[in-house]
């Protein structure tokens, strides 16, 4: 009898299982109150589903897996508490602790990103490995391999939180690390877009706790965290992909096709709806399963899983990665939902195209997108024009000709019209993703000059690429892993330590001497954040361009003449005005500006006007 009773037992506990709850738990005093639980275990949607302290449910959802059951609590003027649900069938039942916690003070308004800022861009596992005991995981596939280019190294948040105090020394005021959650990949998993669990930072970075620590020691600094968010697809090793929710969870045809990348097809009047749909249905590579945002399920768990780790992590903005991949109504949804819960919060999405109309399409209360009553409600796009054009060769130009020269700079300000918020543009010349720009021009530091100083005095909030300010170079030829090298120091036993005056080379200090000199400025200057412009047709391959508001006005001069030049400053009276001197901001040298000006070939001026 006794036995009986314990294979009874065991049956029983078998059954009573809850092997996972997404979101984990959720706040009180949320704007989006209504939170859609999701429970996932073995047959779990055979039971009948109540809970306690009055918490009410709104709706009960089942899908064709019953292994799934989505659960819409109401949790409006609902005080932080733990609760219980409970599951039945018949006469047989167990539970689930839930939790609804106290939101952080004025989370809600919290401030974000913005053109007063400069983000640096980290390749998580090749920045600096903070806790080698981490670099690998018994229950996950890859291992660490510093000797495999397209491998795990090791690079982890331990890593970034012990170099925070070099990036704010070089002026950088925001952090943008490439995605931290779990990838389960066998190979290439440390680029970590091919995410195998969305709740879960990878244990070769750290742990949840840690990522949250990595959002405090950034504050008490000053500074921003900003996650590096993926709607569009999954790794193919995510845990759900072996148990779908729904067939369409992800878009099937069936099974696997690729997106044929012709972003346009998305607003082409002329479009076929087979290569519409094929650009945001089509998965981006083979081991990238694509979400299926159209499916109301999928739309929530995103948005909901977006909105925990902003509350969790207490973070400061999103990146969001092939965002016009996307299903456009859905991502706008989603969008918009989070700038609801977070009037404040700033989003800038991947819009990787070379033509403004277009990528002025994808910004909030666009003109263009309203000509096909469309909003993204996107804050923020991405200036790859402009990256086009100082990463494919404008520096090497050195006659001005009707197309070339600086006359590609001054042609991608002439479309600033086109946006709804010029400030909210993400000015770049290179990314994760891009050829490294000391690499095109093989070091040349007059050239790093002209572009660092570019991106950092015109409009919009610009963003560097970890190790550009130590002259690190890498080519995209030669494969993914060359432009996403190990920054010099990062990993015990390194020979050059570039994150200290005293372990970088000369050439290394000449870089980060100028970006940091140069950044630091940056940070005080309104006129730059926020400031008008005006600017000049190039003559002679020389650029003159201002900055300025009411208060002050900064003049800069950008000569890609290989020749010294001699700038005739009365073409620019209309905004020299009443300045008579200007203060040049990296040697502090005063020069005259009512006089004529000469400018040492392939070299940059910035000017505070006096």
Not at 128 to 150: I, M, Q
Not at 287 to 307: E, F, G, H, R, W
Not at 332 to 340: L, R
Request: aromatic letters at 14%; charged letters at 25%; proline letters at 3%.
């Amino acid at each position: 009898m006794k036995k009986i009773f314990y294979l009874l037992l065991i049956a029983n506990f078998s059954f009573a299982q809850v092997d996972r709850v997404e979101p984990p738990f959720w706040w009180s005093n949320m704007n989006l109150s209504e939170v859609q639980i999701m429970f996932y275990g073995k047959n779990i949607a055979q039971n009948d589903v109540t809970v306690s302290n009055g918490i009410i449910i709104k709706s009960i959802q089942k899908t064709e897996n019953p292994n799934y059951v989505f659960v819409t609590i109401d949790t409006k003027n609902t005080a932080a508490q733990d609760f219980v649900f409970t599951f039945k069938n018949k006469n047989k039942s167990f539970t689930q602790n839930y939790s609804l916690k106290a939101r952080k003070e004025n989370s809600r308004y919290r401030k974000s990103f913005d053109s007063s800022d400069l983000i640096y861009l980290i390749m998580s596992d090749r920045f600096a490995n903070g806790n080698p005991n981490n670099d690998s995981n018994p229950n996950l596939f890859e291992k660490a391999d510093r000797n495999n280019k397209d491998g795990r190294h090791g690079g982890d948040i331990e890593g970034i939180i012990k170099n925070l105090d070099y990036i704010k020394e070089l002026g950088a005021t925001a952090v943008w690390p490439t995605p931290l959650c779990e990838d389960n990949d066998e190979r290439g998993s440390y680029h970590t877009y091919g995410q195998s669990d969305v709740y879960k930072i990878d244990p070769r970075f750290g742990t949840n706790e840690d990522y949250l620590r990595l959002s405090s020691e950034l504050h008490k600094r000053g500074m921003k965290n900003i996650m590096d968010y993926v709607t569009n697809h999954w790794g193919y090793k995510h845990w759900m992909m072996s148990d779908l929710p729904t067939y369409d969870w992800i878009h099937q045809f069936p099974g696997y096709a690729q997106t044929n990348y012709r972003m346009a097809s998305q607003f082409d009047s002329n479009a076929s709806k087979k290569d519409f749909d094929l650009c945001m249905d089509g998965w981006f590579v083979k081991s990238m399963p694509d979400l299926n945002q159209s499916n109301p399920l999928v739309l929530n768990y995103l948005t909901q899983n977006a909105i925990w780790w902003i509350e969790y992590a207490d973070l400061d903005g999103f990146r969001v990665d092939t965002y016009s991949y996307n299903d456009k109504t859905a991502i706008a949804k989603w969008t918009k939902s989070i700038t609801d819960e977070y009037p404040n919060f700033n989003i800038v999405g991947e819009v990787w195209m070379y033509d403004q109309a277009q990528m002025a399409y994808w910004q909030k209360d666009s003109k263009i997108g309203a000509i096909q009553s469309f909003n993204s409600n996107l804050p923020s796009v991405m200036d790859f024009t402009l990256q086009d054009a100082i990463a494919n060769g404008v520096f090497n130009e050195d006659k001005q000709e009707w197309r070339n020269g600086m006359v590609k700079v001054y042609e991608n300000f002439n479309n600033d019209f086109l946006y709804p918020n010029i400030d909210n543009l993400l000015v770049f010349f290179e990314n994760h993703d891009t050829n490294r720009l000391n690499e095109f021009y093989k070091n040349d530091f007059k050239k790093y000059q002209m572009a660092v100083a570019l991106i950092a005095t015109v409009r919009g909030i610009p963003q560097i690429y970890y190790g550009s300010e130590i002259g690190m170079a890498g080519s995209k030829n030669a494969g993914d892993g060359d432009i996403r090298r190990d920054f010099p120091g990062g990993w015990n036993g390194d020979t050059n330590n570039a994150f200290t005056a005293s372990g970088r080379t000369a050439e290394q200090q000449q870089f980060f001497d100028f970006s940091a000199k140069l950044f630091n400025w940056r940070k005080g200057k309104t006129v730059i954040h926020t400031g008008k412009t005006t600017h000049y047709v190039p003559d002679n391959n020389v650029y003159v361009y201002f900055r300025y508001n009411e208060k002050e006005s900064v003049m800069v001069i950008v000569n890609n003449n290989p020749e010294k030049q001699t700038v005739k400053t009365a073409r620019f009276n209309e905004n020299i005005q009443k300045y008579t001197s200007g203060k040049e901001v990296i040697s502090g040298k005063s020069l005259n500006v009512k006089n004529d000006i000469e400018i040492d070939g392939k070299s940059v001026l910035i000017l505070e006007l006096k």
